[in-house]
């Protein structure tokens, strides 16, 4: 089974605190991504990476930054964490970026809050 | 632009058919997604569409036409436990990005 693993199902952190999510996945994926999911919006994505150390903006990159050094793992991190980042982070993988149907796996999501 | 459609709510009953409309308009076009999310935890894939047609798999079935930017999620024999998120989400051409709809709460009552 495909797995992809989040650090935090919950996270906490205060205005300005600089914050780190990070994902794993276990199959050997060439492609990661990072989304946000908010109520009445749906899944926003951030960044994502076909590669080690590729990455790509995604739809709402302005906060976040990303970090890809090893192909299994793929970090998503708040420079400066802001009240409008408290969300539910998800993480996800796929095999292929340039094969539509591979479909992408999700990890279970990191729900934070920022104070 | 690009835009995905689809109805925020839904409610059935148990054991009854439920169909999930799902409308797109994007750039380029590459496949539909449906996906199931249950509440507090990740989407999980059910079914792709690229062609025209009809796409059966046990209970679910999943339709798509491209020239009208429409597909459906057809849900038959509801159970409690199909209540859950439904996600639609169109590969979009030229960017080969998942774009996601809002999804479709659906309530199953007994």
């Known amino acids: 089974d495909v797995k992809v693993t989040q650090s935090s199902r919950y996270l906490v952190k205060r205005t300005g605190e600089k914050v780190f999510l990070e994902c794993v996945q276990d199959?050997?994926?060439?492609?990661m991504f990072w989304y946000r999911q908010d109520p009445g919006l749906g899944l926003r994505l951030i960044y994502f990476s076909y590669d080690v150390k590729m990455k790509e903006k995604g739809d709402i990159p302005e906060g976040y930054s990303v970090s890809r050094e090893k192909k299994e793992r793929f970090s998503l991190i708040l420079e400066s964490a802001s009240t409008n980042q408290t969300s539910m982070y998800l993480c996800?993988?796929?095999?292929?970026?340039?094969?539509?149907?591979?479909?992408?796996?999700f990890g279970p999501g990191t729900r934070l809050t920022v104070l | 632009g690009q835009n995905i459609d689809q109805p925020t709510e839904m409610t059935a009953t148990e054991g009854a058919i439920v169909q999930i409309n799902c409308t797109y308009q994007?750039?380029?076009?590459?496949?539909l997604f449906w996906y199931q999310q249950h509440a507090g935890e990740a989407p999980t894939f059910l079914s792709y569409?690229?062609?025209?047609g009809l796409e059966e798999k046990g209970r679910f079935s999943s339709f798509l036409s491209r020239s009208k930017g429409y597909s459906y999620l057809l849900l038959k024999e509801l159970q409690m436990k199909d209540s859950a998120s439904y996600l639609c989400a169109v590969y979009g051409g030229a960017t080969n990005k998942l774009i996601f709809g809002t999804g479709t709460l659906l309530a199953v009552q007994p």
């Open positions: 199959m050997d994926h060439e492609n």
């Open positions: 569409n690229v062609l025209d």
């Open positions: 996800a993988s796929s095999p292929s970026l340039g094969a539509p149907g591979n479909e992408q796996f």
């Open positions: 994007t750039s380029g076009f590459n496949g």
